[in-house]
């Protein structure tokens, strides 16, 4: 969704005004738009976003307004642990968008990041387990438990008329048991996951409970990685082999060539939830790509931040940087704007062009890609592991685009 521009000033403004009259800071709050009140809670910075939450009037119908990726940030920013009451409040997308960003580490599953997001999730409601697992894939839910659990399955008395339960077994339904592969192990979440799927949603259970015993775990976890890339591109993250590509190198002779077609800025992007004035402030080290905004219209500074955020978002993805951290995102833009600008200096240099003349004419995943050739070895992220996909434009020779 887009949202109003907003600055961190008005979220500060208000947390000062609450300092001295907290109903007077509600109601000056309460007198804006939901939509509004979303953005105010977006844009306050991360260590004061929970008093901001406490200032809404009404949560639960402004929570679900705040975007998915900005959710898991703001559950980040408050610790899981005190945040499980955002949960209930939350909508299905938002929730699945926490585990996609937050439970993995490049393409593997973090399971002790799993195990604090399902542990903030079973400390909520069954409703909202319930409402939350039906959303995930089932074999997220699969290979949470086969990380916890073996499985048995009773056979009928023909069968085995001598079979007991395994030591220390447990079972919800007479039929599948299940026994921690550690002792030590803590399965309350787990049971809490399992009782309320049981009781409101058998066929979900019965479907995850058998896949612990009888499908592969490769496979889960390769079709789990599958149906969470498509979540991810959804939400602005490529795969990162396509990520990788901001990275591709450039003959020295074609590094300050112009595109053909031009102008390239997008016009047609929604709003961002950010204004002209949260430009960093004019100084004599000021980066380039923003020397160049400032010279831009309103509109084309719009485009520029939506480039800039989706360059962001590929270096972020690049750079294996963890997705639900916070601090993520805010990194991979100083990095894309610390090349950027390298980059649209060399080429207005090089073509007898004012900044924003190149900033007009040359995309932004461009000009990252001049800077990231003009020093490889200091731009490239570490370890470097190069895909070779035999794509020579993402290698090396596309043209100027």
Same mark, same amino acid.
């Given at each position: 969704m887009a949202l109003?521009?907003?600055?961190?000033?008005?979220?500060?403004?208000?947390?000062? !005004? #609450?300092?001295?009259?907290?109903? #007077?800071?509600?109601?000056?709050? *309460? #007198? !804006?738009?939901? @939509?509004r009140q979303a953005d105010l809670v977006c844009s306050a910075p991360l260590s004061i976003r929970r008093q901001m939450l406490e200032l809404l009037p009404e949560? @639960? =119908?402004?929570?679900? !307004?705040?975007?998915? &990726?900005?959710?898991? +940030?703001?559950?980040?920013?408050?610790?899981?642990?005190?945040?499980?009451?955002?949960?209930?409040?939350?909508?299905?997308?938002?929730?699945? &968008?926490?585990?996609? $960003? %937050? #439970?993995?580490?490049?393409?593997?599953?973090?399971?002790?990041?799993?195990?604090?997001?399902?542990a903030a999730l079973t400390s909520t409601d069954n409703e909202t387990v319930v409402r939350a697992a039906q959303s995930f894939d089932p074999e997220l839910?699969?290979?949470?438990?086969?990380?916890?659990?073996?499985? /048995?399955i009773k056979p009928s008395e023909q069968d085995n008329p001598d079979w007991s339960p395994p030591d220390r077994s447990q079972t919800l339904e007479g039929q599948f048991y299940f026994v921690a592969k550690d002792p030590k192990d803590d399965l309350a979440p787990m049971l809490v996951l399992l009782h309320a799927l049981f009781q409101g949603d +058998?066929?979900? +259970?019965?479907?995850?409970?058998?896949?612990?015993?009888e499908e592969l775990g490769p496979e889960n976890e390769e079709w789990a990685l599958r149906w969470r890339t498509g979540r991810l591109e959804d939400l602005g993250f490529p795969p990162w082999d396509?990520?990788?590509?901001? +990275?591709?190198f450039l003959?020295? %002779?074609?590094?300050?060539?112009?595109?053909?077609? =031009?102008?390239?800025? %997008?016009?047609? /992007?929604? =709003? $961002?939830?950010? @204004?002209?004035? *949260?430009?960093? *402030? &004019?100084? @004599?080290?000021e980066r380039a790509l923003f020397r160049a905004t400032r010279e831009l219209d309103a509109k084309e500074r719009s485009s520029v931040f939506h480039a800039l955020i989706t360059l962001a978002n590929r270096v972020a993805v690049a750079d294996r940087m963890e997705l639900g951290d916070p601090e993520s995102l805010p990194t991979a833009i100083d990095k894309a704007t610390r090349l950027a600008s390298n980059g649209l200096e060399f080429i207005a240099a090089e073509n007898g062009l004012t900044l924003e003349q190149a900033m007009r004419i040359v995309p932004l995943e461009r000009l990252f890609r001049v800077g990231t050739n003009l020093d490889r070895e200091?731009?490239?992220?570490?370890?470097?592991?190069?895909?070779?996909d035999g794509d020579d434009d993402a290698g090396d020779e596309g043209p100027a685009a």
């Open positions: 109003s521009p907003s600055s961190p000033r008005e979220a500060r403004s208000l947390l000062q !005004l #609450a300092r001295t009259d907290k109903r #007077a800071a509600e109601r000056e709050l *309460g #007198a !804006l738009t939901q @939509e949560p @639960e =119908s402004v929570i679900p !307004l705040i975007p998915e &990726a900005e959710f898991c +940030y703001l559950c980040r920013s408050i610790g899981l642990a005190d945040a499980n009451w955002l949960l209930p409040m939350a909508t299905e997308d938002q929730i699945v &968008a926490c585990f996609d $960003l %937050d #439970a993995w580490r490049g393409f593997q599953l973090d399971t002790a990041r799993l195990d604090d997001w399902m839910i699969v290979i949470y438990l086969r990380t916890h659990v073996d499985v /048995s +058998y066929w979900l +259970y019965f479907r995850v409970i058998q896949a612990v015993r396509e990520a990788m590509r901001v +990275y591709g003959r020295p %002779d074609r590094l300050a060539e112009l595109p053909k077609d =031009s102008p390239t800025l %997008d016009f047609e /992007s929604g =709003s $961002l939830p950010i @204004e002209v004035s *949260g430009l960093p *402030g &004019a100084a @004599e080290d200091a731009s490239l992220p570490t370890p470097i592991p190069l895909p070779d």
